[in-house]
């Protein structure tokens, strides 16, 4: 079932919360109403931001997840980078994964753009050498120039994007994960960006891209999978799929005007 | 109240015990919201989680490793040599302590995560533990409750710092024993908890 073309395989993914306002956070709390929490354990209420979801992605792909607030968008893609674990349902990942979660996610804001770039590199999984001669690339990509001598906190949430997103492509990943980040980057740097995407792709890296902005989704992704409350409503070529959630989008806005 | 009684002078009871605790002390306090405090980067960012717990034991060992040679200088002032005992016990007991750290902070960082006044808890416990150990008094100053004393971890750990440092004594397994039971078994408790609750981490930080 699981073959060497596959980079990514869900099957059955469904991930609980728990809503946790019931929940003591701490020991004493926990210790001195040791009989109602142990009650309330079992009745705590649920949430699953993911419910049964199933697709697989081939290698070299790029797919499009799409989605309004709250639909397991970022779960989805957490469980996918392994940073949380599904309740239910088994994920199989072929290759070594980066991902771009969130605007300078592992980034200090007192040391330097170059010693944080290094330090990324590594928590990525690169060995402090591998990050060293990847140094240059990625500075060159990120087109800080000097400023990547300064400490991080100086810098612009555009200059941010620019050196997470660079490291993230420069660690020689199979997988790469891109949440959201993007807008953040001007026209120019989205288009480059792309454009690298682009050609990792053609080196048979996999993409995996959440996004609002529908017109990349369309014109990078080959294919997409629209989420909703936690499900797969319709997955297929991308193109049908954004225009089935903009027109379930016209639907609901209608209804509104109307009613 | 008995006159404690020792052989050597009391900067040298002190001091050579001091240092060591210090450094399990810090690593603890520091280590246990190691993870807790660093939600960020465990939710978005995959790395092996254990070495967030680890630098700070890790970092802590270089501070107390630079107050060695202010140890040296009081034994010197003290009118004594260090000799050969110290490059050989030096490595050992850092080796020991440093294994009964990582296991420990395995423990406490990792349940900290859901109990986040373990902190503060912990903070009371080990100003408790620093006068139940030997280190303002030498374990001797104890008397028949020598043995009871030597349950704690840090005891004969301690001891053996003071003996190595004072006396170039070097350390035998018969002398630190329990604190090598202690090392052995919070390793193992520590992989099992961390291994086990590191999976819930990311969902409820």
Same mark, same amino acid.
């Given at each position: 079932?699981?073959?060497?073309?596959?980079?990514?395989?869900?099957?059955?993914?469904?991930?609980?919360?728990?809503?946790?306002? #019931?929940?003591?956070?701490?020991?004493?709390?926990?210790?001195?109403?040791?009989?109602?929490?142990?009650?309330?354990?079992?009745?705590?209420?649920?949430?699953?931001?993911?419910?049964?979801?199933?697709?697989?992605?081939?290698?070299?792909?790029?797919?499009?997840?799409?989605?309004?607030?709250?639909?397991?968008?970022?779960?989805?893609?957490?469980?996918?980078?392994?940073?949380?674990?599904?309740?239910?349902?088994?994920?199989?990942?072929?290759?070594?994964?980066?991902?771009?979660?969130?605007?300078?996610?592992?980034?200090?804001? #007192?040391?330097?753009?170059?010693?944080?770039?290094?330090?990324?590199?590594?928590?990525?999984?690169?060995?402090?050498?591998?990050?060293?001669?990847?140094?240059?690339?990625?500075?060159?990509?990120?087109?800080?120039?000097?400023?990547?001598?300064?400490?991080?906190?100086?810098?612009?949430?555009?200059?941010?994007?620019?050196?997470?997103?660079?490291?993230?492509?420069?660690?020689?990943?199979?997988?790469?994960?891109?949440?959201?980040?993007?807008?953040?980057?001007?026209?120019?740097?989205? #288009?480059?960006?792309?454009?690298?995407?682009?050609?990792?792709?053609?080196?048979?890296?996999?993409?995996?891209?959440?996004?609002?902005?529908?017109?990349?989704?369309?014109?990078?992704?080959?294919?997409?999978?629209?989420?909703?409350?936690?499900?797969?409503?319709?997955?297929?070529?991308? #193109?049908?799929?954004?225009?089935?959630?903009?027109?379930?989008?016209?639907?609901?806005?209608?209804?509104?005007?109307?009613? | 109240?008995?006159?404690? +009684?020792?052989?050597?002078?009391?900067?040298? $009871?002190?001091?050579p015990a001091?240092f060591p605790w210090?450094w399990f002390q810090?690593s603890a306090?520091?280590?246990?919201?190691?993870?807790?405090?660093? %939600?960020?980067?465990? +939710? +978005?960012?995959?790395?092996?989680?254990?070495?967030?717990?680890f630098?700070?034991v890790a970092?802590n060992m $270089?501070?107390f490793l630079?107050?060695?040679?202010?140890?040296?200088?009081?034994?010197?002032?003290?009118?004594?040599?260090?000799?050969?005992t110290w490059l050989i016990g030096i490595p050992l007991l850092t080796l020991l302590e440093l294994v009964l750290l990582l296991g420990t902070v395995l423990i406490v960082?990792?349940?900290? $995560?859901?109990?986040?006044?373990?902190?503060?808890?912990?903070? $009371?416990?080990l100003?408790?533990a620093?006068?139940m150990s030997p280190i303002?008094?030498p374990l001797?100053?104890l %008397?028949?409750?020598q043995k009871v004393a030597l349950i704690n971890p840090m005891a004969s750990l301690i001891e053996a710092w003071r003996d190595l440092f004072?006396r170039?004594q070097l350390p035998t397994p018969i002398d630190v024993w329990p604190c090598i039971v202690w090392a052995v078994v919070t390793v193992l408790v520590g992989s099992f908890i961390f %291994?086990?609750?590191? +999976?819930?981490?990311?969902?409820?930080?």
């Amino acid at each position: 079932m699981f073959s060497d073309d596959t980079a990514i395989s869900l099957e059955g993914i469904s991930k609980r919360y728990y809503l946790r306002s #019931q929940r003591p956070v701490d020991l004493k709390t926990t210790l001195l109403h040791l009989p109602s929490f142990l009650w309330r354990d079992s009745n705590r209420k649920a949430f699953w931001a993911l419910d049964g979801v199933s697709f697989s992605v081939a290698r070299g792909e790029s797919i499009g997840i799409i989605g309004p607030n709250g639909s397991g968008k970022s779960t989805l893609l957490k469980i996918v980078a392994d940073l949380a674990r599904p309740t239910q349902g088994k994920i199989a990942v072929n290759g070594r994964i980066s991902a771009l979660l969130e605007l300078g996610a592992g980034f200090h804001p #007192q040391i330097t753009g170059r010693q944080n770039a290094v330090l990324n590199a590594v928590l990525l999984g690169l060995s402090r050498r591998e990050a060293e001669e990847a140094l240059p690339d990625i500075i060159a990509f990120s087109e800080l120039g000097d400023f990547i001598d300064e400490p991080m906190r100086t810098y612009s949430s555009g200059m941010y994007i620019r050196l997470g997103f660079s490291v993230a492509v420069h660690v020689h990943a199979d997988v790469l994960l891109v949440d959201e980040v993007l807008a953040v980057g001007d026209a120019e740097f989205q #288009q480059k960006c792309f454009d690298h995407i682009e050609k990792l792709r053609a080196k048979g890296v996999t993409i995996v891209l959440v996004s609002h902005d529908l017109g990349s989704v369309t014109r990078f992704c080959e294919r997409a999978v629209l989420l909703h409350h936690g499900r797969v409503q319709v997955e297929g070529k991308s #193109q049908p799929v954004v225009h089935e959630y903009l027109s379930r989008i016209a639907a609901v806005l209608g209804h509104a005007v109307s009613s | 109240m008995a006159k404690v +009684k020792s052989d050597i002078p009391y900067q040298l $009871v002190l001091l050579p015990a001091l240092f060591p605790w210090s450094w399990f002390q810090t690593s603890a306090l520091m280590a246990t919201p190691a993870i807790a405090n660093n %939600g960020n980067l465990i +939710k +978005k960012v995959h790395f092996p989680r254990y070495v967030l717990p680890f630098a700070t034991v890790a970092n802590n060992m $270089v501070h107390f490793l630079l107050t060695i040679p202010i140890i040296m200088i009081i034994i010197l002032a003290s009118g004594r040599q260090p000799n050969y005992t110290w490059l050989i016990g030096i490595p050992l007991l850092t080796l020991l302590e440093l294994v009964l750290l990582l296991g420990t902070v395995l423990i406490v960082s990792a349940i900290d $995560v859901f109990f986040r006044d373990l902190e503060h808890l912990l903070d $009371v416990l080990l100003n408790l533990a620093f006068y139940m150990s030997p280190i303002i008094y030498p374990l001797s100053a104890l %008397g028949r409750y020598q043995k009871v004393a030597l349950i704690n971890p840090m005891a004969s750990l301690i001891e053996a710092w003071r003996d190595l440092f004072a006396r170039n004594q070097l350390p035998t397994p018969i002398d630190v024993w329990p604190c090598i039971v202690w090392a052995v078994v919070t390793v193992l408790v520590g992989s099992f908890i961390f %291994g086990r609750l590191e +999976k819930g981490f990311a969902d409820v930080l």
